[in-house]
């Protein structure tokens, strides 16, 4: 059932990025995005027991160098988040998050409050796993 509402929103965003992007942004986001935020998603449920909701703002990215940047925050959390899951407090602070919402704006930031982590990134820089590690385990 999960897997079906995973499978929906990436359907959904790649409508969203077939509107807006070129054929290299729009192959690019299928072939290397989608399948690192299925990654992560997995990673985040296995690991720290966290059905965390990815919410991609596709069309905020223009080329596929800002896409790169969802591919690096994204494969981030795969890369550490199990390691950092190895205690139940551990896993507590990360479950607090229960949706991640990645977008390209004029800065990088990073944001939590009620749930929802916000990742933005300007084009060139970005926040990965530590940074939303620390900003959850306060």
């Given at each position: 059932?999960?897997?079906?509402?995973?499978?929906?929103?990436?359907?959904?965003?790649?409508?969203?990025?077939?509107?807006?992007?070129?054929?290299?942004?729009?192959?690019?986001?299928?072939?290397?995005?989608?399948?690192?935020?299925?990654?992560?998603?997995?990673?985040?449920?296995?690991?720290?027991?966290?059905?965390?909701?990815?919410?991609?703002?596709?069309?905020?990215f223009e080329t596929v160098d800002h896409l790169r940047k969802v591919n690096h925050m994204?494969?981030?959390?795969?890369?550490?988040?199990?390691?950092?899951?190895?205690?139940?407090?551990?896993?507590?602070?990360?479950?607090?998050?229960?949706?991640?919402?990645?977008?390209?704006?004029?800065?990088?930031?990073?944001?939590?409050?009620?749930?929802?982590?916000?990742?933005?990134?300007?084009?060139?820089?970005?926040?990965?796993?530590d940074h939303m590690a620390e900003k959850l385990d306060k």
């Amino acid at each position: 059932m999960k897997v079906n509402r995973f499978l929906i929103a990436t359907l959904a965003l790649t409508a969203a990025v077939w509107a807006h992007a070129g054929k290299a942004e729009r192959d690019f986001y299928a072939k290397e995005n989608e399948p690192a935020i299925k990654k992560a998603s997995e990673t985040l449920k296995k690991s720290c027991g966290c059905d965390v909701k990815f919410d991609v703002k596709v069309d905020t990215f223009e080329t596929v160098d800002h896409l790169r940047k969802v591919n690096h925050m994204v494969s981030s959390i795969s890369d550490k988040a199990p390691a950092y899951c190895n205690d139940a407090p551990s896993k507590a602070a990360i479950c607090k998050m229960k949706t991640l919402e990645i977008a390209r704006t004029k800065e990088t930031t990073i944001t939590y409050a009620n749930g929802k982590m916000v990742l933005t990134t300007e084009g060139e820089s970005t926040y990965g796993w530590d940074h939303m590690a620390e900003k959850l385990d306060k």
